[in-house]
């Protein structure tokens, strides 16, 4: 069994800054990527940013330059920095893992946390 669990949402004032964490823990054997992704009402679920062991990161357009995605491999925690925040970037934020199992040699599969609010005021 896998849970991811995120902290670190909230509301903030526009052009604040917020800090996302995700921790996966669990039955675990190797986690390849680890990323943010985000909903807002009305609107399909959309990458935010991703990173994968080697270290290899890819953003959104609309996040370049204000967000940062960072991971600790040894913890399996991956974080979300976000500076400059905008009133469109008001969402639930949901943790994402791709990720194999105990005791090794599957397919790897993808997880989710339970999403984290992040409201940004105008």
């Known amino acids: 069994q896998v849970q991811l669990v995120e902290s670190g949402g909230g509301l903030v004032q526009a052009g604040g800054s917020l800090t996302l964490s995700c921790a996966a823990s669990?039955?675990?054997?190797?986690?390849?990527?680890m990323g943010w992704y985000r909903q807002s009402p009305g609107k399909q679920r959309e990458l935010v940013a991703t990173i994968i062991t080697g270290g290899t990161t890819n953003y959104a357009d609309s996040v370049k330059g204000r967000f940062t995605i960072s991971r600790d491999n040894a913890k399996n925690t991956v974080f979300l920095q976000m500076n400059s925040l905008k009133s469109e970037d008001t969402a639930v934020y949901y943790c994402n893992a791709k990720l194999t199992t105990l005791p090794g040699g599957g397919s790897s599969n993808d997880y989710w946390g339970q999403g984290t609010q992040v409201t940004v005021s105008s």
């Open positions: 669990g039955s675990i054997f190797r986690v390849a990527r």
